[in-house]
């Protein structure tokens, strides 16, 4: 099979797609077909290693100090067919469109990938096109978790700082459909496309500092990062929660402790959290068109080094897709 490979760390160069093995599925395995994948922020994070040395020095004793110890095929989120189950795989049947997470076990950039069958994996709608799932389980989840866990409420004032991006467009629609009111900031290319989804207000950040207009906010939902987190909590109100959607580092969990502390204020870190429920409950809002997904540019495999290099521009609006079988997109 065909599959985009990690060789190195570093630039997007060090990818190649080569001729690998197929792999075949253990017992409490699926083996999907892959129709279409994306590249996310996480995914150049991961080739790069530019982490939080935190969570660097974990991350290359795992996968490899200098490069990648084993095949190493990016790629976290997929949709396509079932090809194949395990033994002890009674949830899904050969045949079953699906969409889901990879996991740790990355893998998605490939034309077949095995997944484990109780991971964060359900069965598409069967209106909802392949290139449309793969985007929900890394940008619409995240959004939606964190949308929990800084307490989302009806009325609530809510920002969502990168509002533009694969977490922050499901970010602002998930917002308002739990009936809050929603401000955005996003560069002014994207001013338009995010007024779109539904935002009441949009603030350009290269025209406006968001954190002086002197507004108050019930929930700051920060998917950029790299901004003080004491400097955002100004804009916070006396109980308010300020989640932090990128990975912390030391100064940031300091922090966070700080404000616990000294503050009525909440400071949100860390992962999201998942649940194959809250990834059938995107689905459903896809489905019915309560939500959308936003694709800004579609790839082939072969086109696996430009589609990073794109992403790292930091410009994209909503997701890049590589689609692996378009002659069968539906």
């Given at each position: ?75 976290m989120?997929v ?15 050969v ?67 990168g ?17 809050a ?31 002086e ?16 987190v ?101």
């Open positions: 099979m065909r599959a985009a490979v990690l060789t190195d760390y570093g630039p997007p160069k060090v990818l190649r797609v080569e001729e690998v093995d197929k792999p075949t599925p253990g017992p409490d395995e699926v083996l999907v077909r892959v129709h279409a994948s994306t590249v996310t922020a996480g995914d150049t994070e991961l080739r790069t290693m530019k982490v939080p040395w935190l969570f660097e020095i974990p991350l290359r004793l795992w996968l490899g100090l200098l490069r990648p110890r084993r095949l190493m095929i990016p790629g989120e949709a396509g067919v079932i090809d194949a189950v395990g033994a002890s795989v009674a949830r899904f049947a045949g079953d469109a699906v969409f889901g997470g990879t996991g740790m076990g990355f893998g998605g950039n490939a034309e077949y990938v095995c997944v484990p069958a109780g991971g964060t994996m359900c069965i598409k709608p069967a209106a909802l096109s392949f290139a449309a799932a793969a985007t929900v389980p890394i940008g619409g989840l995240a959004a939606l978790g964190y949308l929990r866990r800084g307490g989302i409420a009806q009325g609530q004032r809510v920002l969502v700082r509002a533009s991006g694969s977490i922050g467009t499901f970010a602002v629609q998930l917002a308002k459909h739990f009936g009111h929603v401000t955005g900031v996003c560069g002014p290319e994207s001013l338009e496309r995010v007024r779109s989804l539904g935002a009441d207000e949009v603030l350009d950040y290269t025209a406006q500092e968001w954190t207009n002197g507004e108050l906010y019930d929930l700051i939902v920060d998917v950029v990062g790299r901004m003080s004491l400097r955002c909590l100004k804009s916070l109100t006396a109980r308010g929660s300020y989640v932090r959607c990128t990975i912390p580092g030391a100064w940031e969990v300091l922090q966070a402790l700080w404000v616990r502390v000294a503050s009525r204020k909440r400071v949100v870190l860390g992962d999201a959290g998942e649940s194959i429920e809250d990834l059938a409950f995107l689905g459903g809002l896809l489905d019915e068109k309560k939500i959308e997904t936003i694709i800004d540019r579609r790839y082939s495999l072969e086109g696996i080094v430009e589609a990073h290099r794109y992403v790292e521009t930091g410009q994209k609006q909503g997701h890049v897709v590589v689609t692996l079988r378009p002659a069968d997109e539906s």
